[in-house]
Antibody, heavy 122, light 105 residues
Framework: EGQLLESGGGVVQPGQSLRLSCAAS????????MTWVRQAPGKGLESVAT????????NYADSVKGRFTISRDNSKNTLYLQIDNLSADDTAVYYC???????????????WGQGTLVSVSS | IQMTQSPSTLSASVGDRVTITCRAS??????LAWYQQKPGKAPKLLIY???TLESGVPSRFTGNGSGTEFTLTINSLRPDDFASYHC????????FGQGTKVEIK
């Protein structure tokens, strides 16, 4: 089935950077595209970045282009999200999710991690 | 591609049949999924390709539609079904509707 466990969230000041991690287990991580999805308090879900199974291709939401960088280390079964120049609008729970169709970039997501909270405040 | 769900909140009773609508700003063909989310938890995939039930999901959940209009119907609502529901298109870069909260009347 597979499990995902995010880490790296916390309280940060505006303008700072943060790197989130997502540790995968129970499936062949290197065979699946992966995605980061965020959810601001009381709001809906927003896909922010997707990366191909081998890490050669990444797509971003327009709202985060230039500030977010998705990457992966298949040897460590770990997905990353680098977030630069954080603002209050980035306050959200960040989930990592597996693209359930495998290496295909356009896919529903299953499973999801439990999420890690990023709070941007001065 | 923008996704619009309606209603935002739905009040219902155990045993009711409820329907949630999701509209896409342009065609997404059949590439639409539905998720259930409970407070403080991650979303759970219910339906993909507009009408295919994910393994283990009860048959009281039904998805329909194609192109730009989709529905999620829950027949005979159970206490465990009170939650938020989100649609997602994956024809282009994934986008979600704003969510529908199904609450107890």
């Amino acid at each position: 089935e597979g499990q995902l466990l995010e880490s790296g969230g916390g309280v940060v000041q505006p303008g700072q950077s943060l790197r989130l991690s997502c540790a995968a287990s129970g499936f062949n991580f290197g065979s699946y595209a992966m995605t980061w999805v965020r959810q601001a308090p009381g709001k809906g879900l927003e896909s922010v970045a997707t990366i191909s199974s081998l890490g050669s291709k990444a797509n971003y939401a327009d709202s985060v282009k230039g500030r977010f960088t998705i990457s992966r280390d298949n040897s460590k079964n770990t997905l990353y999200l680098q977030i630069d120049n954080l603002s209050a609008d980035d306050t959200a729970v960040y989930y990592c999710a597996r693209d359930s169709y495998g290496s295909q970039l356009l896919s529903p997501f299953d499973p999801w991690g439990q999420g890690t909270l990023v709070s941007v405040s001065s | 591609i923008q996704m619009t769900q309606s209603p935002s909140t739905l009040s219902a009773s155990v045993g009711d049949r409820v329907t949630i609508t999701c509209r896409a700003s342009e065609t997404v063909k059949k590439w639409l999924a539905w998720y259930q989310q409970k407070p403080g938890k991650a979303p759970k995939l219910l339906i993909y390709e507009a009408s295919t039930l994910e393994s283990g999901v009860p048959s009281r959940f039904t998805g329909n539609g194609s192109g730009t209009e989709f529905t999620l119907t829950i027949n005979s609502l159970r206490p465990d079904d009170f939650a938020s529901y989100h649609c997602q298109q994956y024809y282009g870069f994934s986008t979600f509707g704003q969510g529908t909260k199904v609450e107890i009347k």
